[in-house]
């Protein structure tokens, strides 16, 4: 990861290139590498589940025990913070929370692309999750979705102020959602890169060629920081698509 | 068949033993599972703290960021131009206040109620 040329460009890692051209109408829907590692996130997940849930051993193999705690985990989640009324939105969550956690960990390796570090992703994500709850918070509710920004036990006096603040805060949320999830990936692969150079600058820097082990020490040390991070970013993704459709299904505090 | 009542009774003997027994082997492994909990708990304490301040600080910073550009907006369109930006901004302020307060205030009652969060 720290050839002399790119070891210096961070960013370059986050570029986006045409594998195979392709335009429609005018509307560039070229193959990139972007478009590779969404296929191979999906390949993965299909592959551990489908390979997972074929045998249904009594004691599970290793790809079962992967694919039946993935789906404790996230039915857990569901069940804790949305309630029993959530799990009709399971499969949706598993879903999220199976390709952002998948596509955080692939980009991980070496010379891979993350899909996740991609603002537009983690947005069109985060719009379509806002969306979901709006669409089945008004099918379900009707209006009485409405009383989602108006807490009960307000004074009159501070109702409108606090409907506004609602307000405001509700429509924070994808980008909060979406800008939590692109910052922390974007963030810590840059600080990789930074770190990667920092051993090559050294190593041709002569006498402070000694020094070049101390990055390298910080690398190790930051990948596993990462590792936590690719997972927690994909639960708290998740945790928080169950708390939004949870407002949905009951709102009103 | 003309050993039925003692049968029965060596049955029923057997089957209170059997009862105790898995009662006794049920609680273990409910204690067992509590402790787990427990040790989950303090071992994803560091997890959940990051987490918890990943969303404490995405939630405040995004909703001054969205209302001070709901508020921009506002003055373009209507040529009034720093009322609404001033204040839009302070509702902003307001608004993720409001929500880091959500969010410390809720956790204790969520876990109080239901089962510990993994």
Redesign the interface.
């Given at each position: 990861m720290s050839e002399a040329g790119p070891a210096i460009d961070p960013i370059h890692q986050f570029h986006i290139h045409p594998i195979a051209p392709l335009n429609i109408f005018g509307v560039d829907a070229s193959f990139t590498n972007a478009s590779l590692f969404m296929l191979i996130v999906f390949l993965a997940i299909a592959f551990l589940m489908v390979l997972g849930t074929s045998g249904s051993h009594i004691v599970p193999n290793r790809l079962q025990a992967a694919a039946e705690m993935a789906y404790e985990f996230v039915a857990s989640t569901v069940r804790q913070t949305a309630g029993e009324a959530g799990m009709k939105f399971f499969p949706f969550v598993f879903s999220v929370f199976m390709f952002v956690f998948f596509s955080n960990f692939i980009g991980l390796i070496p010379y891979t692309f993350t899909v996740t570090s991609q603002i537009i992703v983690t947005f069109a994500f985060a719009c379509f999750i806002i969306g979901l709850v709006i669409a089945y918070g008004f099918y379900k509710n009707g209006m009485h979705f409405l009383n989602l920004f108006v807490p009960s036990g307000v004074s009159p006096v501070l109702l409108p102020f606090i409907v506004l603040i609602e307000i405001i805060s509700f429509a924070s949320r994808p980008i909060s959602l979406s800008v939590r999830l692109f910052a922390n990936m974007l963030a810590g692969h840059i600080t990789l890169k930074v770190f990667g150079g920092f051993v090559a600058m050294l190593l041709g820097a002569g006498v402070y060629a000694l020094l070049a082990p101390l990055p390298l020490i910080g690398i190790v040390l930051l990948t596993a920081f990462e590792l936590l991070v690719a997972f927690l970013q994909a639960y708290v993704f998740a945790i928080l698509t169950c708390v939004y459709l949870n407002d949905a299904i009951h709102p009103g505090h | 068949m003309q050993e039925s009542p003692d049968d029965a009774d060596e049955l029923k003997a057997r089957l209170a033993r059997l009862t105790s027994d898995l009662q006794t082997q049920r609680e273990a492994g409910q204690r067992q599972a509590d402790r787990k909990a427990e040790a989950d708990l303090t071992d994803k304490g560091m997890?959940q703290a990051?987490?918890l301040g990943?969303?404490v600080?995405?939630?405040f910073?995004?909703?001054i960021?969205?209302?001070t550009l709901?508020g921009w907006r506002l003055d373009l369109w209507f040529g009034t131009d720093p009322l609404f930006l001033i204040l839009?901004m302070g509702?902003?302020v307001?608004?993720?206040f409001?929500?880091v307060y959500r969010l410390a205030v809720k956790p204790p009652q969520?876990r109080g109620d239901?089962?510990p969060?993994?």
């Open positions: - | 997890g990051m987490s990943f969303r600080l995405s939630e910073v995004a909703a960021v969205v209302a709901i839009l509702l902003g307001a608004a993720g409001w929500s969520r239901k089962q969060p993994r």
